[in-house]
């Protein structure tokens, strides 16, 4: 059987709710294996909208869903996520979703740090959820975290408490916070632990024992690849690796067992907070992408910052997550305008780039270079086969396959999940 990985192929918010959904229907498990309530996806079904932030989509067709280890789990935000999802009919209980019990804990502790460093003057804003994600993953790899195994045993939790602490008073005092009330946390924390403790489960066997059992996986990233930690606009990224590869150490699942990975592509580009974006536009074209593609952020409400196709920065993400087909999406966003451009290449200082380059001052620097394609009048909305799109539209097409040097495996043309035209199933053996 085959199993799939799903990544967004730009800086996040490519529309993974649908496709995810769209192939959770024909899979058995449903993993996320990184990121944490940071992301927002929107899932359409029959007319009705689901919002999720962390939960896995599949939870909403009942569906094996798993919180792999990869995630930073904040354990009031699940809790009032199941709460919302069952006022809107969908159940979730631990018959459906199972989180690791390796995974690292978000803490209020992680939130008011995040917040109080996005707050200060002195350093450029990263621009980030605010959601406790960087500090909660940097007290993983300190080995100061609370997992969610560390619930279980209270002389473990006041150990880990303690050295958590240590390092976190010492920041705050820093900061100008007030020291953590190791007491009133340890208190919620007790008080939460018989609420997600029942979901806790050793869930790289559950997963090899799926695998072993023929079942089809979806792995279910989230942000997107130029938002990787290591191959993101560093330090303008998020704080986990949004590429393919973390779909197995997020999870337990060795790198063999991935069979497909889809990249999701917007037609256009966009992205939220701060950092480079080389193919940025500050002119009407930018607010009309904006306006017709409805582009404010799902967590945050912030408004998105829209440009031109960006073929250098895809084709890299392509690259560095190893996607074997891209899924393109919002496509009908870019009906009715008269030309569109697609950058093909980076100028710096009068050289063809045709990479973004690391260093932070280069990528900030880099001019864009464009190519430019004739529009298309007619509506794309909608559109279920190649024939009912327009000529032009066919073309602006082939021309990203080209120049990203990767195939279109699915084309979306509205938030509905009918209104898809595959071409290559990724579940296909
Ligand atoms: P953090 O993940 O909250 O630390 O934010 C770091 C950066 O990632 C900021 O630029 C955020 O806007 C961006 N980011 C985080 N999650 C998402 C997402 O789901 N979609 C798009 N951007 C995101």
């Not at 940025?280 to 593609?293: C, K, P, Q, T, W």
Request: net charge negative.
């Amino acid at each position: 059987m085959a199993n799939v990985v799903v990544v967004g192929a730009q800086w996040g918010d490519e529309g993974k709710g649908k496709i995810v959904d769209w192939l959770s229907e024909r899979a058995d498990v449903i993993a996320r294996f990184q990121g944490g309530h940071n992301a927002g996806h929107t899932l359409v079904i029959d007319g009705k909208v689901y919002k999720l932030s962390l939960l896995p989509s599949g939870v909403v067709r009942g569906k094996m869903s798993v919180i792999g280890n990869g995630v930073v789990l904040d354990p009031w935000a699940l809790l009032s996520e199941i709460e919302r999802l069952g006022g809107q009919g969908v159940h979730v209980s631990p018959e459906t979703l199972m989180i690791a019990e390796n995974t690292p804990l978000i803490l209020p502790v992680h939130g008011e740090l995040d917040r109080a460093r996005e707050n200060q003057n002195s350093v450029a804003k990263i621009g980030t959820t605010g959601r406790g994600i960087g500090p909660a993953y940097e007290d993983k790899v300190g080995r100061r975290t609370v997992r969610v195994a560390d619930l279980a045993d209270e002389p473990t939790l006041d150990l880990r408490l303690d050295r958590l602490l240590t390092h976190h008073n010492a920041l705050r005092a820093g900061l100008g916070l007030e020291a953590v009330d190791r007491a009133a946390l340890k208190a919620a924390l007790m008080e939460v632990a018989p609420k997600i403790l029942p979901y806790a489960k050793p869930v790289w066997k559950v997963m090899h024992d799926a695998r072993r059992a023929g079942k089809r996986i979806l792995f279910e990233g989230a942000q997107g690849s130029l938002l990787d930690i290591d191959f993101g606009t560093y330090p303008f990224v998020t704080s986990s690796n949004t590429l393919a590869g973390m779909a197995a150490t997020g999870t337990g699942l060795g790198p063999t067992a991935i069979d497909f990975v889809l990249g999701i592509v917007k037609a256009y580009t966009t992205r939220v907070g701060e950092g480079p974006f080389p193919s940025e536009l500050f002119d009407e074209d930018g607010v009309r992408l904006g306006e017709r593609g409805h582009e404010f952020g799902t967590v945050t409400g912030r408004k998105r910052r829209c440009g031109w196709f960006d073929a250098v920065l895809v084709r890299q993400t392509c690259a560095t997550s190893g996607v074997s087909g891209i899924a393109l999406t919002k496509l009908d966003v870019l009906d009715g305008f008269k030309t569109l451009k697609i950058c093909v290449g980076y100028d710096l200082d009068g050289q063809r780039l045709d990479y973004l380059p690391t260093a932070a001052n280069l990528q900030a620097r880099v001019t864009p270079i464009y190519e430019e394609m004739e529009g298309w009048s007619e509506s794309t909305a909608g559109a279920r086969s190649w024939a009912d799109l327009p000529g032009a539209a066919i073309k602006y097409v082939r021309r990203i396959e080209e120049l990203i040097q990767c195939p279109v495996a699915l084309l979306s043309t509205s938030p509905e999940r009918d209104d898809t035209i595959l071409v290559t199933d990724p579940f296909a053996d």
